[in-house]
């Protein structure tokens, strides 16, 4: 698994582990693939923003490999 504070780690249709902003208390990951790259910068220590196909949006906390 790679972290998801590198922009460059992440690309369009990765599947991944992302925090969304409700969750980010109890640090419950949902689980999708990148539709969009939100975050503009390189790094970002709490996580690249991505929104998912199905429309959620949070923190990648993890790439998933295959």
Known sequence: MTDG????NIKIGDEVEIVQKQDQRSGDLTNGFVKKILTK????PHGIKVMLETGEVGRVKEVVEE
Request: glycine fraction near 0%.
């Open 5 to 8: 504070k590198n922009r460059n």
């Open 41 to 44: 910068s390189s790094f970002h």
